[in-house]
């Protein structure tokens, strides 16, 4: 099958304001996508919108918090007012949960499951008809490389990842011979704000976690610019599954050739991280 064209097309993009999402915004935008662009983070979007100015594409912004159930019913009817119609939908926007489980509190898991996972499914379910009267349409959910392993002390987030994963495979089953494809994106270790943004155990020290945000943040070293690139390419490539890094590539291998034991093998591999 044919490369999907980006020029003129209409991209729905959350999480939009920074990281990941800013950059895919700026990768669609170089290739005369139009887009409608959503965050919590109004300053952030506003910062975006500058980014991915042109007089070739049309680019809207709106203040979305993907864990309101009625906002997000609410956003195909916002956005086709200013859109024809929408032939992508990126859902980037997502939050970070460090702790061991008996430490994370319900609240704290139900936030993040709300945002991560529901906030896909919502998304999803709400545009799905505008992509369904596309002639051609990609559906692409950002998981994680925690989508593919699932480390301790990452319960929560693994769990909605491994949520999204499951989710976006099903789907595409589902969909399959449709004008939509899916996408599920597993990035590595990309260097955005999530691990500083991250919530922590309510009985977690300052200095422990400022430590964890440490050994977090050395993980993360590509450039967001490198990733959203690497994720538009596959999205006019039509994969259906992108990993983005080498670091995600390697242990996507070691976790397909050892499902069970692939933690022991990554620890001797890396002990300290």
Known sequence: MADMRLENRTAVVTGAASGIGRAIAISLARRGCHLALADVNELGLAETADLTASN????????????????????????????????????????????????????????????????????????????????????????????????????????????VRGFSEALRRELKGSKVGVTVVHPGGVATSIANNARSPTNATPEQIAAAQARANKLLTMPPAKAGEIIVKGIERRKPRVLVGSDAKLIALIERLMPVSYWDVLMKLAPRS
């Open 56 to 163: 070739h594409i049309r680019v809207t912004r709106h203040k979305l918090d993907v864990a309101d159930h009625a906002a997000v019913a609410a956003f195909p009817q916002t956005v086709t007012s200013g859109h024809p119609g929408v032939d992508v939908l990126v859902n980037n926007a997502g939050v970070a949960l460090g702790g061991y489980f008996k430490d994370v509190s319900e609240d704290n898991f139900e936030w993040l499951f709300n945002i991560n996972f529901w906030g896909v499914v919502r998304m999803t379910r709400a545009f799905l008809p505008l992509l369904q009267a596309a002639d051609d349409a990609r559906l692409v959910n950002v998981s994680s490389l925690y989508g593919i392993i699932a480390p301790p002390g990452q319960t929560a987030y693994s769990a909605s990842k491994f949520a």
